[in-house]
DNA sequence: TCTCCGATTAGAC
DNA sequence: CTAACGGTCTAATCGGAGA
Protein backbone atom coordinates (compact mmCIF):
# COMPACT_ATOMS: atom_id res chain seq x y z
CA UNK A 1 0.00 0.00 0.00
CA UNK A 2 1.68 2.95 -0.99
CA UNK A 3 1.40 6.49 1.58
CA UNK A 4 -2.43 8.15 1.60
CA UNK A 5 -1.82 11.46 -0.09
CA UNK A 6 -4.44 13.75 0.21
CA UNK A 7 -4.10 17.66 -1.72
CA UNK A 8 -5.93 20.29 -0.49
CA UNK A 9 -6.22 23.28 -3.15
CA UNK A 10 -6.89 26.83 -1.99
CA UNK A 11 -7.44 29.71 -3.73
CA UNK A 12 -4.88 33.00 -2.46
CA UNK A 13 -7.16 35.75 -1.41
CA UNK A 14 -10.14 34.01 -2.96
CA UNK A 15 -12.49 36.94 -3.53
CA UNK A 16 -10.07 39.46 -4.03
CA UNK A 17 -8.30 37.79 -6.58
CA UNK A 18 -11.73 36.74 -8.86
CA UNK A 19 -11.99 40.59 -8.59
CA UNK A 20 -8.20 41.37 -10.02
CA UNK A 21 -9.40 39.14 -12.90
CA UNK A 22 -11.28 41.55 -14.35
CA UNK A 23 -9.06 44.48 -13.04
CA UNK A 24 -5.78 43.51 -13.48
CA UNK A 25 -4.74 47.49 -12.52
CA UNK A 26 -5.30 46.00 -8.71
CA UNK A 27 -2.44 43.58 -8.61
CA UNK A 28 0.11 44.74 -6.01
CA UNK A 29 -2.55 47.67 -4.96
CA UNK A 30 -4.04 46.65 -1.68
CA UNK A 31 -7.83 45.64 -2.14
CA UNK A 32 -10.28 44.33 0.12
CA UNK A 33 -13.96 42.33 -0.41
CA UNK A 34 -16.54 43.12 2.10
CA UNK A 35 -19.18 40.98 3.69
CA UNK A 36 -22.89 41.07 2.67
CA UNK A 37 -24.18 44.59 3.86
CA UNK A 38 -20.67 45.82 3.38
CA UNK A 39 -20.26 45.42 7.00
CA UNK A 40 -16.37 43.47 7.54
CA UNK A 41 -13.56 42.85 5.46
CA UNK A 42 -13.42 39.33 4.35
CA UNK A 43 -11.01 39.33 1.94
CA UNK A 44 -8.05 40.62 1.89
CA UNK A 45 -4.78 41.05 -0.78
CA UNK A 46 -1.53 40.62 1.20
CA UNK A 47 -0.92 44.41 0.50
CA UNK A 48 -3.82 44.67 2.73
CA UNK A 49 -2.80 42.26 5.11
CA UNK A 50 0.18 44.26 5.44
CA UNK A 51 -1.20 47.29 5.92
CA UNK A 52 -2.86 45.93 9.43
CA UNK A 53 -6.85 44.97 8.20
CA UNK A 54 -7.82 42.16 10.51
CA UNK A 55 -9.87 39.33 8.86
CA UNK A 56 -13.57 40.51 9.88
CA UNK A 57 -12.75 44.33 11.04
CA UNK A 58 -15.91 46.05 10.63
CA UNK A 59 -15.14 48.34 7.23
CA UNK A 60 -16.34 51.46 9.75
CA UNK A 61 -13.40 50.96 12.18
CA UNK A 62 -10.66 51.06 9.27
CA UNK A 63 -12.08 54.44 7.78
CA UNK A 64 -8.95 56.17 8.33
CA UNK A 65 -6.59 53.21 7.21
CA UNK A 66 -8.83 52.58 3.68
CA UNK A 67 -8.82 56.47 2.91
CA UNK A 68 -4.72 57.27 3.58
CA UNK A 69 -3.72 54.03 1.62
CA UNK A 70 -6.43 54.41 -0.69
CA UNK A 71 -7.41 50.55 -0.49
CA UNK A 72 -9.37 49.63 -3.29
CA UNK A 73 -12.77 48.09 -1.39
CA UNK A 74 -15.26 46.06 -2.87
CA UNK A 75 -19.15 45.08 -1.71
CA UNK A 76 -19.42 41.15 -2.03
CA UNK A 77 -20.35 40.06 -5.70
CA UNK A 78 -21.68 36.43 -4.79
CA UNK A 79 -22.59 35.70 -8.70
CA UNK A 80 -19.22 36.38 -9.58
CA UNK A 81 -17.35 34.36 -7.21
CA UNK A 82 -19.69 31.41 -7.33
CA UNK A 83 -18.49 31.20 -11.23
CA UNK A 84 -15.01 31.91 -11.07
CA UNK A 85 -15.42 29.04 -8.36
CA UNK A 86 -17.28 27.03 -10.75
CA UNK A 87 -14.05 27.17 -13.36
CA UNK A 88 -11.49 26.54 -11.29
CA UNK A 89 -12.97 23.52 -9.29
CA UNK A 90 -14.21 21.98 -13.40
CA UNK A 91 -10.03 22.47 -13.88
CA UNK A 92 -8.78 20.73 -10.41
CA UNK A 93 -11.27 17.63 -10.84
CA UNK A 94 -9.66 16.73 -14.15
CA UNK A 95 -6.38 15.97 -12.22
CA UNK A 96 -7.52 13.71 -9.76
CA UNK A 97 -9.60 10.12 -9.95
CA UNK A 98 -11.51 12.18 -6.55
CA UNK A 99 -12.36 15.54 -5.88
CA UNK A 100 -14.40 16.84 -2.55
CA UNK A 101 -15.24 20.13 -3.19
CA UNK A 102 -14.80 21.43 0.39
CA UNK A 103 -16.02 25.30 0.36
CA UNK A 104 -15.99 27.37 -2.63
CA UNK A 105 -12.58 28.07 -2.62
CA UNK A 106 -11.17 25.03 -1.58
CA UNK A 107 -10.49 21.49 -2.96
CA UNK A 108 -9.23 18.40 -1.57
CA UNK A 109 -8.01 15.49 -4.05
CA UNK A 110 -6.60 12.24 -3.90
CA UNK A 111 -3.37 11.69 -4.99
CA UNK A 112 -2.75 8.12 -3.44
CA UNK A 113 -0.70 5.92 -5.86
CA UNK A 114 -0.30 9.17 -8.44
CA UNK A 115 3.30 9.27 -9.23
CA UNK A 116 5.94 12.83 -9.08
CA UNK A 117 3.09 14.54 -6.91
CA UNK A 118 5.00 17.81 -6.83
CA UNK A 119 5.46 18.55 -10.61
CA UNK A 120 1.80 17.68 -10.90
CA UNK A 121 0.87 20.00 -8.33
CA UNK A 122 3.47 22.86 -10.09
CA UNK A 123 0.64 21.72 -13.39
CA UNK A 124 -2.24 22.48 -11.23
CA UNK A 125 -1.24 25.68 -10.07
CA UNK A 126 0.33 27.10 -13.63
CA UNK A 127 -2.88 25.66 -15.13
CA UNK A 128 -5.19 26.93 -12.92
CA UNK A 129 -3.22 30.65 -13.60
CA UNK A 130 -3.44 30.45 -16.81
CA UNK A 131 -6.99 29.57 -17.74
CA UNK A 132 -8.69 30.93 -14.72
CA UNK A 133 -6.74 34.21 -13.77
CA UNK A 134 -6.99 32.35 -10.07
CA UNK A 135 -3.71 31.70 -7.85
CA UNK A 136 -3.77 28.90 -5.76
CA UNK A 137 -1.64 26.93 -3.61
CA UNK A 138 -1.44 23.12 -2.42
CA UNK A 139 -0.68 21.38 0.10
CA UNK A 140 -0.07 17.75 0.70
CA UNK A 141 -0.65 15.28 3.11
CA UNK A 142 -1.57 11.83 4.78
CA UNK A 143 -4.51 13.02 6.27
CA UNK A 144 -6.70 15.84 5.31
CA UNK A 145 -5.63 17.80 8.83
CA UNK A 146 -2.21 17.92 7.41
CA UNK A 147 -3.30 18.59 3.67
CA UNK A 148 -4.60 21.91 5.08
CA UNK A 149 -1.57 22.54 7.41
CA UNK A 150 0.59 21.59 4.94
CA UNK A 151 -1.23 24.29 2.82
CA UNK A 152 -0.76 27.27 5.27
CA UNK A 153 3.04 26.30 4.77
CA UNK A 154 3.04 26.66 1.16
CA UNK A 155 1.14 29.92 1.16
CA UNK A 156 3.37 31.19 4.44
CA UNK A 157 6.38 30.78 2.72
CA UNK A 158 7.52 31.85 -0.87
CA UNK A 159 10.36 29.02 -0.98
CA UNK A 160 8.14 26.25 -1.31
CA UNK A 161 6.63 28.08 -4.51
CA UNK A 162 2.98 27.30 -4.16
CA UNK A 163 3.58 23.63 -3.11
CA UNK A 164 4.27 21.73 0.31
CA UNK A 165 4.43 17.75 0.94
CA UNK A 166 4.50 16.29 4.13
CA UNK A 167 4.60 13.03 2.71
CA UNK A 168 8.14 14.14 1.34
CA UNK A 169 9.82 15.27 4.57
CA UNK A 170 11.89 12.83 7.25
CA UNK A 171 10.59 12.33 10.65
CA UNK A 172 13.28 15.20 11.70
CA UNK A 173 12.39 17.64 8.92
CA UNK A 174 8.49 17.11 10.04
CA UNK A 175 8.99 17.72 14.19
CA UNK A 176 11.21 21.04 13.31
CA UNK A 177 8.32 21.95 10.70
CA UNK A 178 5.41 21.40 13.20
CA UNK A 179 7.18 22.94 16.11
CA UNK A 180 7.41 26.48 14.14
CA UNK A 181 3.31 26.56 13.59
CA UNK A 182 1.02 27.46 16.10
CA UNK A 183 -1.80 25.21 17.24
CA UNK A 184 -4.28 28.10 16.34
CA UNK A 185 -3.18 26.91 12.56
CA UNK A 186 -4.46 23.37 13.10
CA UNK A 187 -7.85 23.01 11.38
CA UNK A 188 -10.53 22.18 14.53
CA UNK A 189 -8.63 24.21 16.48
CA UNK A 190 -10.23 27.97 17.16
CA UNK A 191 -10.09 30.85 19.49
CA UNK A 192 -11.37 28.34 22.47
CA UNK A 193 -9.44 25.33 22.52
CA UNK A 194 -6.41 27.64 21.37
CA UNK A 195 -6.82 29.59 24.30
CA UNK A 196 -7.44 26.02 26.73
CA UNK A 197 -4.79 24.78 25.15
CA UNK A 198 -1.83 27.41 25.94
CA UNK A 199 -3.14 27.03 29.31
CA UNK A 200 -1.29 24.06 29.18
CA UNK A 201 1.60 24.70 28.26
CA UNK A 202 0.39 23.25 24.14
CA UNK A 203 1.44 26.25 21.95
CA UNK A 204 2.41 24.12 18.69
CA UNK A 205 1.66 21.90 16.31
CA UNK A 206 4.23 19.55 17.75
CA UNK A 207 3.18 19.60 21.16
CA UNK A 208 -0.18 18.55 20.30
CA UNK A 209 0.29 15.98 18.22
CA UNK A 210 2.58 14.13 20.61
CA UNK A 211 0.32 15.15 23.81
CA UNK A 212 -1.74 12.55 25.79
CA UNK A 213 -4.78 11.38 23.82
CA UNK A 214 -6.67 9.51 26.42
CA UNK A 215 -6.67 12.68 28.71
CA UNK A 216 -7.01 15.55 25.93
CA UNK A 217 -10.08 13.49 24.92
CA UNK A 218 -11.78 13.20 28.29
CA UNK A 219 -11.17 17.44 28.47
CA UNK A 220 -12.42 18.15 25.02
CA UNK A 221 -14.21 15.45 23.22
CA UNK A 222 -13.81 13.30 20.32
CA UNK A 223 -13.25 16.17 17.43
CA UNK A 224 -9.84 16.84 19.75
CA UNK A 225 -9.05 13.29 19.58
CA UNK A 226 -9.24 12.52 16.01
CA UNK A 227 -7.53 15.79 15.39
CA UNK A 228 -4.92 14.60 16.55
CA UNK A 229 -4.69 11.55 15.07
CA UNK A 230 -4.73 12.97 12.28
CA UNK A 231 -1.61 14.99 12.87
CA UNK A 232 0.05 11.69 13.41
CA UNK A 233 -0.66 10.94 9.87
CA UNK A 234 -3.63 8.48 10.56
CA UNK A 235 -6.59 9.70 8.33
CA UNK A 236 -9.77 9.78 10.06
CA UNK A 237 -11.78 12.14 8.22
CA UNK A 238 -12.99 10.41 5.40
CA UNK A 239 -13.12 11.71 1.59
CA UNK A 240 -16.78 12.94 1.18
CA UNK A 241 -16.90 13.01 -2.90
CA UNK A 242 -20.77 13.47 -2.88
CA UNK A 243 -22.14 16.66 -1.15
CA UNK A 244 -24.75 15.19 1.23
CA UNK A 245 -27.71 17.15 1.24
CA UNK A 246 -28.46 19.98 3.60
CA UNK A 247 -29.96 19.01 6.75
CA UNK A 248 -31.60 22.62 7.75
CA UNK A 249 -32.38 25.64 5.07
CA UNK A 250 -31.63 28.90 6.14
CA UNK A 251 -32.18 32.20 4.56
CA UNK A 252 -31.75 35.21 6.68
CA UNK A 253 -30.03 39.20 5.86
CA UNK A 254 -29.51 42.25 8.04
CA UNK A 255 -31.13 45.16 6.34
CA UNK A 256 -29.77 48.05 4.87
CA UNK A 257 -32.19 50.74 6.80
CA UNK A 258 -33.80 49.85 10.24
CA UNK A 259 -37.12 48.55 9.22
CA UNK A 260 -40.19 49.69 11.81
CA UNK A 261 -43.10 48.73 9.37
CA UNK A 262 -44.61 45.40 9.30
CA UNK A 263 -45.30 45.51 5.77
CA UNK A 264 -41.43 45.41 4.80
CA UNK A 265 -40.65 42.61 7.56
CA UNK A 266 -43.87 40.68 5.67
CA UNK A 267 -41.80 41.01 2.04
CA UNK A 268 -38.50 40.46 3.55
CA UNK A 269 -39.94 36.84 5.17
CA UNK A 270 -41.61 36.26 1.79
CA UNK A 271 -38.37 36.75 -0.35
CA UNK A 272 -36.12 34.85 2.63
CA UNK A 273 -38.99 31.85 1.93
CA UNK A 274 -38.83 32.20 -1.90
CA UNK A 275 -34.84 31.90 -1.23
CA UNK A 276 -35.09 28.95 1.13
CA UNK A 277 -37.73 27.18 -0.70
CA UNK A 278 -36.24 26.94 -4.18
CA UNK A 279 -33.15 25.84 -2.19
CA UNK A 280 -35.25 23.04 -0.76
CA UNK A 281 -36.47 22.07 -4.50
CA UNK A 282 -33.06 22.41 -6.15
CA UNK A 283 -32.22 19.07 -3.58
CA UNK A 284 -34.95 17.40 -3.95
CA UNK A 285 -36.62 17.77 -0.56
CA UNK A 286 -39.28 18.95 1.38
CA UNK A 287 -39.05 20.21 5.49
CA UNK A 288 -41.32 19.30 8.11
CA UNK A 289 -40.65 22.35 9.73
CA UNK A 290 -40.53 26.54 9.09
CA UNK A 291 -38.95 28.64 11.77
CA UNK A 292 -38.86 32.43 11.64
CA UNK A 293 -36.88 34.87 13.43
CA UNK A 294 -36.65 38.83 13.57
CA UNK A 295 -33.81 40.84 15.08
CA UNK A 296 -33.53 44.45 16.52
CA UNK A 297 -29.82 45.71 16.39
CA UNK A 298 -28.09 44.04 19.19
CA UNK A 299 -25.09 46.86 18.86
CA UNK A 300 -27.26 49.64 19.73
CA UNK A 301 -27.26 49.52 23.47
CA UNK A 302 -29.50 52.92 23.35
CA UNK A 303 -32.56 50.91 21.72
CA UNK A 304 -34.72 48.32 23.09
CA UNK A 305 -33.84 45.17 22.10
CA UNK A 306 -36.90 42.47 21.04
CA UNK A 307 -35.61 39.53 19.40
CA UNK A 308 -38.71 36.95 18.99
CA UNK A 309 -38.12 33.46 16.92
CA UNK A 310 -41.32 31.41 16.31
CA UNK A 311 -40.97 27.52 15.43
CA UNK A 312 -43.91 26.26 13.14
CA UNK A 313 -44.88 22.23 12.24
CA UNK A 314 -46.03 21.71 9.01
CA UNK A 315 -48.92 19.78 8.73
CA UNK A 316 -47.60 18.26 5.23
CA UNK A 317 -44.00 18.66 4.88
CA UNK A 318 -43.54 20.77 2.07
CA UNK A 319 -41.34 22.48 -0.60
CA UNK A 320 -44.16 25.41 -1.94
CA UNK A 321 -42.93 28.75 -1.65
CA UNK A 322 -46.50 29.82 -1.22
CA UNK A 323 -47.74 27.38 1.37
CA UNK A 324 -44.49 28.55 2.99
CA UNK A 325 -44.99 32.07 2.72
CA UNK A 326 -48.73 31.67 3.81
CA UNK A 327 -47.48 30.20 7.53
CA UNK A 328 -44.28 32.47 7.51
CA UNK A 329 -46.97 35.43 6.91
CA UNK A 330 -49.10 34.17 9.61
CA UNK A 331 -46.17 33.35 12.05
CA UNK A 332 -44.95 37.17 11.49
CA UNK A 333 -48.07 38.76 12.94
CA UNK A 334 -47.31 36.03 15.92
CA UNK A 335 -44.33 37.76 17.03
CA UNK A 336 -44.32 41.27 15.73
CA UNK A 337 -44.46 44.90 18.08
CA UNK A 338 -44.22 47.77 16.70
CA UNK A 339 -42.02 50.41 18.13
CA UNK A 340 -38.78 48.42 17.70
CA UNK A 341 -35.94 49.21 15.02
CA UNK A 342 -35.71 45.73 13.42
CA UNK A 343 -32.34 45.28 11.41
CA UNK A 344 -32.35 41.48 10.28
CA UNK A 345 -35.08 39.11 9.75
CA UNK A 346 -34.32 34.99 8.67
CA UNK A 347 -36.06 31.82 7.78
CA UNK A 348 -35.10 28.70 8.77
CA UNK A 349 -36.42 25.37 7.04
CA UNK A 350 -35.73 22.33 8.97
CA UNK A 351 -36.70 18.49 9.77
CA UNK A 352 -35.59 17.54 5.77
CA UNK A 353 -36.87 15.03 4.33
CA UNK A 354 -36.80 13.43 0.31
CA UNK A 355 -39.33 14.65 -1.33
CA UNK A 356 -39.93 11.20 -3.27
CA UNK A 357 -40.08 9.26 0.01
CA UNK A 358 -42.33 11.02 1.63
CA UNK A 359 -46.19 10.16 1.74
CA UNK A 360 -49.04 12.27 1.25
CA UNK A 361 -50.75 13.45 4.06
CA UNK A 362 -54.48 11.82 3.40
CA UNK A 363 -56.25 14.71 5.65
CA UNK A 364 -54.59 17.77 4.14
CA UNK A 365 -57.20 19.51 3.25
CA UNK A 366 -55.68 22.10 0.38
CA UNK A 367 -54.23 20.15 -2.37
CA UNK A 368 -50.32 21.51 -2.92
CA UNK A 369 -49.71 22.51 -6.76
CA UNK A 370 -45.96 21.26 -6.95
CA UNK A 371 -46.27 21.97 -11.01
CA UNK A 372 -46.87 25.15 -10.33
CA UNK A 373 -43.20 25.68 -8.48
CA UNK A 374 -41.60 23.26 -11.35
CA UNK A 375 -42.83 25.76 -14.13
CA UNK A 376 -41.18 28.63 -12.06
CA UNK A 377 -38.20 27.28 -11.46
CA UNK A 378 -37.65 26.61 -14.89
CA UNK A 379 -38.57 30.11 -16.36
CA UNK A 380 -36.48 31.27 -14.14
CA UNK A 381 -33.57 29.29 -14.78
CA UNK A 382 -34.03 29.74 -18.51
CA UNK A 383 -34.74 33.64 -18.72
CA UNK A 384 -32.77 34.56 -15.23
CA UNK A 385 -33.34 34.20 -11.87
CA UNK A 386 -35.33 36.80 -10.50
CA UNK A 387 -38.03 36.68 -14.02
CA UNK A 388 -40.72 35.62 -12.41
CA UNK A 389 -41.65 35.81 -8.73
CA UNK A 390 -44.79 35.22 -6.76
CA UNK A 391 -46.58 38.31 -5.71
CA UNK A 392 -45.28 38.43 -2.13
CA UNK A 393 -41.41 38.12 -2.98
CA UNK A 394 -39.12 41.28 -2.19
CA UNK A 395 -40.97 44.01 -4.16
CA UNK A 396 -40.34 46.85 -1.07
CA UNK A 397 -36.56 48.61 -1.48
CA UNK A 398 -36.20 49.87 2.74
CA UNK A 399 -34.31 46.75 3.90
CA UNK A 400 -32.07 45.74 0.97
CA UNK A 401 -28.60 45.28 1.73
CA UNK A 402 -26.22 47.88 0.91
CA UNK A 403 -23.39 47.35 -1.87
CA UNK A 404 -21.97 50.29 -2.59
CA UNK A 405 -19.27 49.36 -4.30
CA UNK A 406 -20.63 45.82 -6.19
CA UNK A 407 -18.29 45.26 -9.54
CA UNK A 408 -19.75 43.80 -12.41
CA UNK A 409 -21.16 40.37 -12.69
CA UNK A 410 -18.49 39.99 -15.62
CA UNK A 411 -19.04 36.15 -16.37
CA UNK A 412 -22.43 35.43 -15.79
CA UNK A 413 -24.58 38.77 -16.88
CA UNK A 414 -24.00 40.84 -20.52
CA UNK A 415 -26.05 43.44 -19.23
CA UNK A 416 -23.39 44.43 -16.91
CA UNK A 417 -20.29 43.99 -19.26
CA UNK A 418 -18.17 47.42 -19.48
CA UNK A 419 -18.39 48.94 -22.86
CA UNK A 420 -15.64 49.49 -24.32
CA UNK A 421 -14.61 52.44 -26.30
C1' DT B 1 -32.52 4.76 34.04
C1' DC B 2 -32.64 5.45 29.25
C1' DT B 3 -33.72 8.07 25.35
C1' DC B 4 -35.11 11.75 22.82
C1' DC B 5 -35.45 16.61 22.29
C1' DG B 6 -34.13 21.45 21.91
C1' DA B 7 -30.78 24.77 23.07
C1' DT B 8 -26.16 26.02 23.36
C1' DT B 9 -21.41 26.00 22.00
C1' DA B 10 -17.55 25.73 18.87
C1' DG B 11 -15.69 25.75 14.57
C1' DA B 12 -15.13 26.51 9.46
C1' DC B 13 -15.15 29.67 5.63
C1' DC C 1 -25.69 63.59 5.81
C1' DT C 2 -25.29 59.87 9.35
C1' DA C 3 -24.58 55.54 11.15
C1' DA C 4 -22.09 52.03 10.52
C1' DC C 5 -20.17 44.86 13.31
C1' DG C 6 -22.00 38.80 7.71
C1' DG C 7 -24.38 34.39 6.47
C1' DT C 8 -24.73 29.33 6.40
C1' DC C 9 -23.80 25.08 7.94
C1' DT C 10 -22.45 20.83 10.93
C1' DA C 11 -21.37 18.19 14.99
C1' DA C 12 -20.91 17.63 19.81
C1' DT C 13 -22.64 18.21 24.23
C1' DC C 14 -25.76 19.05 27.97
C1' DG C 15 -29.83 19.28 30.73
C1' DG C 16 -34.66 18.45 31.15
C1' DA C 17 -38.88 15.89 29.93
C1' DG C 18 -41.06 11.88 29.16
C1' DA C 19 -41.14 6.71 28.69
Known amino acids: MPVRSIALVDCNNFYVSCERVFRPDLQNKPVIVLSNNDGCAVSRSNEAKALGVKMGVPVFQIRDLVKEHGIEVFSSNYVLYADMSNRVMTLLRQFAPDQEIYSIDESFLELTGLPNIAELMQTVREQVKRDTGIPVCVGVGPSKTLAKLANFV ?86 EDVTPSKQQIINSRSFGNMVTELADLEDALSHFVSNAAKKLRDQNSVANMLQIFILTNRFRQDQEQYSPHLAIPLITPTANTMTLQKYALQGLKVIFRAGYHYKKAGVILSDISNASVYQADMFASVPEKPELMQTLDRINQRYGKGTLKLSLDGSRHSWKMRQENKSPEYTTNWNELPVCD
Do not use: Y
Open 154 to 239: AKRHPKSKGVFNFNTLTSQQMSSVLRNIPTEEVWGIGRKLTAALNDMGIVNVLQLRDADVPSLRKRFGVVMEKTIRELRGEACIEF
